[in-house]
């Protein structure tokens, strides 16, 4: 597929011979499809965005924390086979930057975003709440062009640490917002010994009692 | 201050002729100096760029939270008084976007990771360490557009719930750090009863027996 030539590529790396070339096509058929390279960035942008964006999707099944981290299981493959134009995406600077490119990624954004909040169940989610779901939506994106770039822990351990992290700040949520704390109560007594949130809960305690 | 007319309004809403009747200068005199507008709304960015990093400059006394709280107040303030600037800059999609200014905005976040990092005493702060950093001053920034957005809440809870979500990431990340651990451990003996830390542990504690 010629559009996946910038899942591999930073855009500015991508020319439209190379992209002619993948599609076996040629550079007149191209132009005459996409009135330029920019264009035929932004429909590959979409198009991975739309990808993305159905990872996020899963069954309201079992605990939270493990259904998160299937999700996240997901959303690491999806940016480790799209590693060089994720990076150049979210770098900033790039020179495929544009607000049609922002528009994109702030739909995906939204889409994880009220994907966790439809897992928390609540119809009408408070300020706190969405900051604290979105705060974290970033952090998953910071956290994950560090780690494309220098791998410092395997997949699984990022995984992991994310699923955690966001338990953590619904937890602090929690204290300024009583409708998620009761929710909290509900979903922490279905967590396993072995998950995500139990082994979080034992490691702070271990941790801050030394 | 010519240059302050961009705290007030978004860069589109800012004229050369704007610039020049704050300046008490003439057109011309005003593009002698600056080749356009792009170059002045930048000029303004470093300013306001170096006053900024210089409101993260703290001594180190007392308890780390009630430091931080400190200068969260100060940060606040900054957001308060350059509000139309600060959404526009940060919200995405500004005309005024460009390599120049994402990269004063690089040199701010930077500057915040660099004085909290300082402030914690590691000398070599681990990847986990910096990626908790960085990902809470994203939070800290998408926190800010929200509360200008909506002044849900007053300032000082904004700058008390900031200071409690560092504290709560730090400690998750002092579970897979034990040099963090150690220090953490030192910080939590010198805070305060009625501290940012020991309220967020007796919420939280109240929060999660419920």
Tied chains: 1, 2.
Excluded: C
């Amino acid at each position: 597929m010629a559009l996946e030539l910038f899942s591999d590529r930073a855009p500015e790396d991508v020319s439209i011979d190379d992209i002619a070339a993948a599609a076996g096509a040629s550079r007149p058929l191209v132009y005459h499809y996409f009135p330029g390279k920019q264009a035929l960035y932004e429909e590959a942008l979409r198009r991975a965005g739309r990808e993305l964006a159905g990872r996020f999707e899963e069954t309201a099944d079992g605990p939270l924390s493990e259904r998160l981290f299937r999700v996240m299981g997901r959303y690491l493959d999806f940016v480790q086979s799209h590693a060089a134009g994720f990076t150049a995406l979210l770098r900033g600077g790039s020179v495929a930057a544009s607000p049609d490119a922002d528009a994109v990624i702030d739909q995906v954004r939204r889409a994880a975003q009220e994907q966790i909040l439809r897992h928390l169940g609540l119809p009408d989610p408070s300020p706190t709440l969405r900051r604290t779901v979105r705060a974290w939506i970033a952090n998953a994106e910071i956290s994950s062009l560090d780690w494309l770039a220098d791998r410092s822990v395997p997949a699984e351990t990022l995984q992991l640490h994310l699923v955690q992290e966001l338990v953590a700040a619904l937890a602090v949520a929690a204290t300024r917002d009583p409708e998620l704390a009761a929710l909290l109560a509900e979903f922490f007594a279905t967590e396993r010994p072995d998950g995500p949130t139990a082994r979080l809960v034992r490691d702070l305690t271990a941790t801050l009692a030394t």
